[in-house]
């Protein structure tokens, strides 16, 4: 099993670190009816500080989809149960997700295919990692609204391309979770942020939802950005930047 986990891998993204650019906080569905492959898809994603969710069928998917916000969903058409084609048809009705379709069928007729249906962009199997986070990185930036490409307020200042934050100047040691939630209270721009909304797009729906994650977090970021403290408890709603 370690064999072919690895040559799948290799075969899926070769060279991962070399790859690796940061990429927005988006939250991203993986669906692939071949385990090994999903699966080394999703953990390549969250190396790259994406909050990744992974469905086997077109059911799984359908269900996902209808109950959790995604910004992109990486979807092979070629899914048993409920096809790929249909899947792309409904997510488009549910959400707002783009979609970045993937299979194994080369012609051109079935990129046109796939496209007609909705799909946002096509990669054909098999793929370099690298270009696959390219595409997952450029349907991300259109999935969210305009945003300043450097986020600041209260004298912090977060360049989510070059992930780094400083505050007054002072370079800051986050963590990959530390980032993505300062990220997106900067984006909330003044506005409460709940701790649900963190947990979704920061976190992954692995993630249990009574747990203190969030909290402990905040509690690290705080002690990080020092006094004075920007971010503030709203009891009851969640948390935001003075």
């Not at 007729?109 to 909705?118: E, F, I, K």
């Not at 007054?168 to 984006?187: I, M, N, Q, T, W």
């Not at 003044?190 to 509690?219: C, H, Y």
Request: hydrophobic share 45%.
């Amino acid at each position: 099993m370690a064999g072919a986990i690895a040559g799948v891998q290799d075969r899926v993204y070769p060279r991962l670190m070399a790859a690796r650019g940061k990429i927005d906080a988006v939250r991203v569905l993986v669906v692939e009816d071949e385990r090994l492959l999903a699966d080394a898809i999703a953990e390549g994603l969250r190396r790259e500080s994406l909050a990744v969710d992974v469905a086997y069928d077109g059911d799984a998917a359908l269900e996902r989809i209808g109950v959790n916000d995604y910004d992109v969903v990486v979807l092979d058409r070629d899914l048993p149960r409920v096809h790929g084609d249909d899947v792309c048809i409904a997510a488009l009705e549910k959400s707002d997700a783009r979609i970045l379709m993937l299979t194994a069928a080369a012609s051109i007729r079935d990129r046109v295919d796939g496209l007609a249906r909705g799909a946002d962009d096509y990669l054909g199997k098999p793929f370099a990692f690298v270009e696959l986070v390219a595409r997952v990185r450029a349907l991300g930036r259109r999935a969210r609204p305009a945003t300043p490409p450097v986020l600041k307020r209260a004298g912090i200042r977060l360049d989510p391309a070059r992930h780094e934050v400083t505050r007054d100047d002072r370079p800051l040691a986050l963590s990959r979770k530390e980032f993505g939630v300062l990220e997106e209270l900067l984006r909330g721009d003044g506005a409460v942020v709940s701790a649900e909304q963190l947990l979704e797009k920061v976190w992954d729906e692995n993630i249990d939802p009574f747990t203190n994650v969030v909290r402990v977090t905040m509690m690290t970021l705080r002690r990080k950005l020092g006094e004075p403290t920007v971010i503030e408890t709203v009891p009851g709603s969640g948390y935001r930047l003075r």
